[in-house]
């Protein structure tokens, strides 16, 4: 299994472009997440799914927009990407008792 | 939301036992204590969780207080790998998870 895996590793946006962060795991769970993390700082929930077809807004939805078009699939788009969306993306996917995390997506927003 | 106080860092000898504390004096009956950490450049990984009795696995131990104000995670023996930000989360499931800025561990020689 490769569990959680996040695509692409790194990016560099220009201020007004958008881009699209796909994550995908193979572990048949029904809830997805994106986080942010900000240097120093714990991570912060953009938003979630709690199933295929699904999606809820987190702790910091502005600016972000989801689809769970696939159960395997949480996309995260970004329409107008702004400095203040620098930071570094982490998808998770969970079943009963754990989190599962990817290995982030370090996108820097000139 | 039920509130956690870790302290900001850690340090511990190499093959020596680790005892990271966290404060969560507000926590409700159905709060859950999990515990994940976070290796350098990495995501989180979860480590260990309970309720009310302390729990055992192959990576940590956990150790809830009686009145369930306070608890502990327990690395046996920290190697150079367990170097790592520890975060103490309150939650009812793992799906609600508020992730905030832990522990930084540091292990040396």
């Known amino acids: 299994n490769a569990g959680v895996t996040q695509t692409p590793k790194f990016r560099v946006l220009k201020t007004g472009q958008s881009m699209t962060l796909l994550c995908a795991q193979d572990m048949n769970h029904e809830y997805m997440y994106w986080y942010r993390q900000d240097p120093g700082m714990g991570l912060r929930l953009i938003h979630y799914s709690v199933g295929e077809g699904t999606t809820a807004k987190g702790e910091v939805p502005d600016g972000y927009n989801v689809s769970r078009l696939k159960k395997q699939n949480f996309l995260l788009g970004l329409e107008s990407a702004a400095p203040s969306q620098t930071s570094v993306y982490f998808c998770?996917?969970?079943?009963?008792?754990?989190?599962?995390f990817g290995p982030g997506t370090r996108l820097t927003v000139l | 939301d039920a509130k956690t106080t870790q302290p900001n860092s850690m340090e511990s000898n190499e093959e020596e036992p680790v005892h990271l504390p966290c404060n969560h004096s507000?926590?409700?009956?159905?709060?859950?204590i999990h515990w994940y950490r976070q290796l350098p450049s990495q995501g989180p990984e979860y480590v260990i969780h309970?309720?009310?009795s302390n729990v055992n696995n192959r990576m940590a131990s956990l150790a809830i207080a009686e009145d369930r104000k306070s608890s502990t995670l327990i690395l046996h023996r920290a190697t150079l790998r367990d170097a790592a930000v520890y975060y103490c989360i309150l939650s009812q499931t793992a799906s609600k998870l508020t992730f905030g800025t832990g522990t930084r561990l540091q292990v040396t020689l």
């Open positions: 309970g309720l009310t």
């Open positions: 998770a996917s969970s079943y009963h008792d754990e989190q599962f």
């Open positions: 507000t926590i409700s009956g159905t709060d859950y």
